[in-house]
């Protein structure tokens, strides 16, 4: 009984029935101890649904709240804890759509770490997951609170920059790139290092995500031909 009007409804109807049966004009009716005791199963009944729907609202509740870890679960890689590709790629959606919209600009990075099948072959899978994660807590510290940084795929990692134009973008790029190369990760003693290949663009709103991206992938191509450890404007 979820309604409280019925509730209530139903509550008088059992007070009005108590008193009927208080009356004394019933004593000798042969039918009282029968209706007393509908009257005690309809009591129990209503305490009985009050219990249920109190435990409906509970695993209400619960529910609501796996859904929402569910929800959040589906969004966040599990060996980096950043954003995964899925909520990367509606963010991105979101801020192609404003830019339509305000004409707003945004710019990407594109940040792919260099040998990092040789760091797997040479070091073992589990440090190539630690190395990672310790890459993705570095990234994350170049961005601001209104940027996104996640994993875009196994060793590539997608910067999203808010009404950031062309500059802006080479400032972050730059750091980052210089930032891991001097970088010695704990993975492995007495130390391990890495460089990345970066590519950076800035979104335009006659230009296409897909064609966007397939830029920056390019661009990240490109950096790894030209020596890795360096960043290329698309």
């Known amino acids: 009984m979820k309604d409280p009007a019925g509730k209530d409804a139903v509550r008088k109807e059992l007070l009005h029935f108590e008193r009927v049966l208080q009356d004394a004009a019933l004593a000798d009716n042969i039918l009282l101890p029968h209706m007393q005791r509908l009257l005690v199963l309809a009591r129990n009944l209503e305490c009985h649904c009050e219990r249920l729907a109190k435990k409906n609202q509970q695993l209400e509740s619960h529910l609501t709240d796996y859904t929402s870890y569910l929800n959040q679960a589906s969004r966040i890689d599990l060996l980096t804890r950043l954003p995964n590709r899925r909520d990367l790629s509606e963010r991105l959606v979101r801020e192609d759509s404003r830019s339509q919209r305000h004409w707003r600009?945004?710019?990407?990075?594109?940040?792919?770490?260099?040998?990092?099948?040789?760091?797997?072959?040479?070091?073992?899978f589990n440090a190539g997951d630690e190395l990672l994660v310790e890459v993705a807590c570095q990234l994350q510290g170049f961005v601001r609170s209104e940027d996104v940084c996640g994993r875009w795929s196994g060793d590539e990692f997608l910067i999203i920059l808010a009404e950031t134009g062309m500059e802006g973008a080479l400032i972050v790029a730059e750091k980052v790139v210089k930032s891991i190369a001097m970088t010695e990760f704990r993975v492995d003693r007495p130390g391990l290092r890495t460089t990345v290949s970066a590519a950076l663009g800035n979104f335009r709103p006659d230009q296409g995500m897909h064609e966007f991206l397939a830029a920056l992938d390019r661009g990240v191509q490109q950096a790894k031909r030209e020596g890795k450890n360096r960043c290329v404007i698309i």
Not at 118 to 124: A, L, R, T, V
Request: glycine share 4%.
């Open 105 to 124: 600009t945004f710019s990407l990075i594109l940040v792919n770490l260099d040998d990092f099948s040789q760091i797997n072959e040479i070091h073992g």
